[in-house]
């Protein structure tokens, strides 16, 4: 079965420095998706970044990148000059399959300190 | 533009009682979700329609019952509540077509006394 672990429960930045996520995810699959997500305060849900396995290219959406190792099957996030907004709950979150279906680590907690 | 909305945002009810959390998504994807997520912000998904097929359906008590009028709606309806039901509810959709990333909801916090 599949499982995403994430191992920092809570991890804390300094705002305006970098911080990296860790997430890694056991699978015998070749062809999977891997998504960060992100919960404020505020409860949404919020799609931060996504990765497709066949893609060796590491994805970035503005501040945010991944560090995807498929071999190691590990897909950190990396968040750069972090803002105060980036506190919340961030989610790794594994798919595969026609029903698409996300198999979620337990989220990291981040605090972002001014 | 509302993408994935759910009704209510909050609900408070007593033990015994049923109720019922409407999802709504206006992004033409053809599949959608319901999770719950508990007090340790755990997320587990309950159920799945593809186009008003159900695809997923784990381990829950048969108190809780999805029913997709439609590929833009589907609704959760909760007998019988009790205190362990607590928690948040979201929907979520997903548009399919090799692509596998799911928009979600408000969430639901739902309250039992």
């Known amino acids: 079965a599949q499982t995403v672990t994430q191992s920092q429960p809570e991890m804390s930045v300094q705002e305006a420095e970098t911080v990296t996520l860790s997430c890694t995810y056991d699978?015998?699959?070749?062809?999977?998706?891997l998504f960060w997500y992100k919960q404020p305060p505020s409860r949404q849900m919020i799609l931060v970044i996504r990765?497709?396995?066949?893609k060796q290219q590491n994805a970035t959406e503005n501040r945010f990148s991944v560090n995807f190792q498929k071999a190691a099957k590990s897909f950190s996030l990396k968040i750069s000059d972090s803002q105060l907004g980036d506190a919340a709950m961030y989610f790794c979150?594994?798919?595969?399959?026609?029903?698409?279906?996300?198999?979620w680590g337990l989220g990291t907690s981040l605090a972002v300190n001014p | 533009d509302t993408a994935v909305s759910q009704t209510p945002k909050y609900l408070v009810t007593q033990m015994g009682n049923d109720k019922s959390i409407k999802c709504e998504q206006n992004?033409?994807?053809?599949?959608m979700y319901w999770y719950k997520q508990d007090s340790k912000k755990f997320l587990k998904i309950m159920f799945s329609?593809?186009?008003?097929?159900?695809?997923i359906n784990e381990t829950v008590p048969n108190r809780f019952s999805p029913k997709s009028p439609d590929k833009a709606h589907l609704n959760l309806h909760i007998n019988s509540l009790e205190l362990g039901d607590s928690a948040v509810y979201f929907c979520?959709?997903?548009?399919?077509?090799?692509?596998?990333?799911?928009?979600f909801g408000p969430g639901t916090r739902l309250t039992v006394t």
């Open positions: 992004l033409g994807h053809d599949t």
């Open positions: 699978t015998s699959e070749s062809d999977y998706y």
């Open positions: 979520a959709s997903s548009p399919g077509q090799g692509r596998h990333e799911q928009y």
């Open positions: 979150a594994y798919s595969r399959g026609n029903n698409r279906k996300l198999i």
């Open positions: 329609y593809n186009n008003k097929e159900l695809i």
């Open positions: 990765q497709e396995a066949y």
